[in-house]
């Protein structure tokens, strides 16, 4: 195809627009990592901070040697692998029935998960069924109220639906039952649905921290957003947080502890995003997919 | 198979709901959900009847419609410019870079935010470089909410560019062709082809948002917002929040069932309109 030299000069303009805009959505995570590894002086400098001049890795040692940080990683991963397998286990459970033409009320049932989406009760009715259900400081509370959601269960339906009826015909002919045609038929030519179903869930396990801000209100149960979310923004408490009372080592400014903490809980996703970013982009496809 | 997913619904999604007459109750916790008296709609008066309530449904209305006026169209515009990349190796890496953001909590970005725009932040370093003051980005109520709609869209704009993209992909190929043998260029190629098959998207997307009117990014505000920025980012369920904390429950009800019942009415109505305008063509269900 032939260009014009408008067309020609739109192309190498968009092509810089577009460097810019990416650029900029990268930078704050270049910033917040240079500094994490600047000695103090390096970090107050005025100036972008694309590397750090003058290198200390003092901070990420303060972060990785504060109990706090080991126990709330620990019980994020908890929460990330529990809640990913309960929500995978539940929501292909729930969206076989609502797949299955046969399925009795079928249409009323998709109608019950689907409103979910549309009206909730809110935050003070879940916080007392949480709570009334004897779940508060444990990790079911963080793991079973989102277990299902609506969203999960219609892509996953949809999937189940695009494959073809003929193999469920002949499994039932060989004697197969409902739930061996779920686990040995369909899960297993389910899986790019699952796994983006999966490292969503699990992201958003790994992200979370609301619920632990209302369920957990004992440290030691304490999710690793929550000790973050204390000491970047509750900034005047943070030396507290890190237990910090040897006044001879406050001279390592906040920044770079902050810096670091938030680096330490990022690393797991920017680990992995390379390798699962097309189940993300497909899972939205999906999702788009009207009915 | 069926009955235990029905049961964790109903417990999980449809228990709470009915826990929403507490809004209609003076609850004590000690009397339970049903022990407790009942009020009308008392709890309801008295939350308009307050002075920060009304001011709370019009922060998150101010908040609301800016993001959508200014980032709404972003991840169209996005989807454009990706478009028209002919090296696909170099669209892909801006791609994956664009919607990075989208996946960190608010923690995060919001810690990252704060350094940046703060004191020592590299922002206030060019305002130095520039001879000014150091600004207080993030206590002044103009640049607070700046700040919110230029960080929102930055977050999600790459990401709500995906399923534009999707879109684009699925436009015919003839489409162009025919355009072409007409004489018609690049431009209006884009401007009589791309964009209205891209409208039947926004419409579905701009509903959904509708619904979300009286959300307006709760994780965002909450991890950014100080008591300094109060008076124009107090929002909904900050609100909310904020008595549940104080341990008002039946006014904590009463302000999140009115947030949900406006959604609800918003996102129904609006499908039903989109039909009606579009005879029964567009629309999300």
């Known amino acids: 195809m032939k260009l014009s030299r408008g067309e020609k000069l739109f192309g190498a303009t968009n092509v810089v627009v577009l460097g810019a805009v990416a650029l900029l959505c990268l930078y704050p995570f270049v910033y ?162 699952l796994a983006t179903v999966a490292l969503w869930t699990a992201v958003g396990h790994w992200n979370a921290w609301f619920d632990a801000l209302l369920y957990i209100t004992d440290d030691r149960k304490q999710v690793l957003q929550t000790f973050l979310q204390r000491i970047v923004i509750e900034s005047s408490t943070q030396m507290m947080e890190l237990g910090i009372t040897d006044t001879s080592i406050v001279q390592f400014t906040s920044e770079t502890i902050k810096a670091a903490t938030i680096i330490v809980t990022i690393l797991p996703i920017i680990c992995v995003y390379p390798f699962v970013q097309k189940y993300f982009v497909k899972g939205i496809m999906l999702g788009g997919v009207k009915g | 198979m069926a009955l235990p997913v029905l049961v964790y619904i109903i417990i999980f999604h449809y228990v709470p709901m009915v826990g929403l007459v507490i809004a209609f109750k003076d609850y004590v916790m000690s009397d339970g959900v049903f022990g407790s008296a009942w009020v009308g709609w008392a709890n309801f008066a008295r939350l308009f009847g307050s002075n920060d309530f009304p001011v709370a449904i019009r922060n998150t209305l101010t908040i609301s419609l800016l993001r959508l006026t200014f980032g709404f169209f972003a991840p169209v515009v996005l989807a ?12 892909r890496s801006i791609q994956t870079l664009t919607y990075l953001p989208h996946f960190f909590s608010w923690v995060i970005l919001g810690g990252i935010f704060l350094m940046i725009f703060g004191s020592g932040g590299p922002i206030n370093g060019v305002v130095k470089l520039l001879g000014a003051k150091p600004v207080n980005f993030l206590s002044d109520d103009v ?66 948002s509708l619904g979300g009117i009286l959300t307006a990014g709760f994780d965002q505000i909450y991890n950014l917002y100080n008591p300094m920025v109060y008076d124009v980012a107090d929002i909904v369920d900050t609100y909310v929040l904020r008595r549940m904390m104080g341990l008002d429950l039946s006014l904590a009800t009463a302000a999140g069932m009115f947030k949900g019942v406006v959604g609800l009415v918003l996102v129904v109505g609006s499908n039903v309109a989109a039909r009606k305008l579009s005879k029964g063509e567009q629309g999300v269900w």
């Open chain 1, 32 to 193: 917040t990592l240079s500094i994490s590894l600047s000695t103090a002086a390096e970090a107050n400098r005025d100036g972008f901070h694309f590397f750090p001049r003058d290198i200390s890795l003092v901070s990420y040692r303060m972060v990785l040697t504060n109990p706090n940080i080991v126990t709330g990683y620990m019980n994020t991963l908890l929460r990330t692998v529990l809640g990913t397998s309960l929500t995978l286990a539940a929501t292909c459970i729930a969206a076989y029935p609502l797949s299955r033409r046969e399925m009795p009320h079928r249409a009323m049932l998709t109608f019950l998960v689907v409103f979910t989406m549309l009206f909730s009760g809110g935050m003070v009715p879940a916080y007392l069924l949480v709570k009334n259900l004897g779940m508060i400081n444990t990790v079911w509370a963080l793991t079973v109220p989102g277990m299902i959601t609506a969203f999960n269960v219609i892509i996953v339906k949809n999937f189940f639906q695009s494959l073809p009826e003929s193999l469920v015909e002949s499994a039932r002919l060989d004697g197969a039952g409902e739930w061996t045609i779920l686990f040995r038929l369909y899960l297993p030519l389910s899986k790019p649905v």
């Open chain 2, 80 to 91: 454009l410019l990706l478009n028209e990349v002919r090296q696909l190796g170099y669209k």
């Open chain 2, 143 to 208: 640049w607070f909410i700046t700040i919110l709609v230029v960080t929102g869209i930055w977050q999600g704009a790459g990401w709500g560019a995906i399923i534009y993209l999707a879109s684009l992909s699925g436009i015919s190929p003839q489409l162009y062709e025919a355009a072409t043998i007409d004489g018609a260029n690049r431009w209006r190629q884009t401007l009589h082809i791309t964009i209205p098959c891209l409208v039947p998207t926004m419409i579905t997307l701009f509903i959904l």
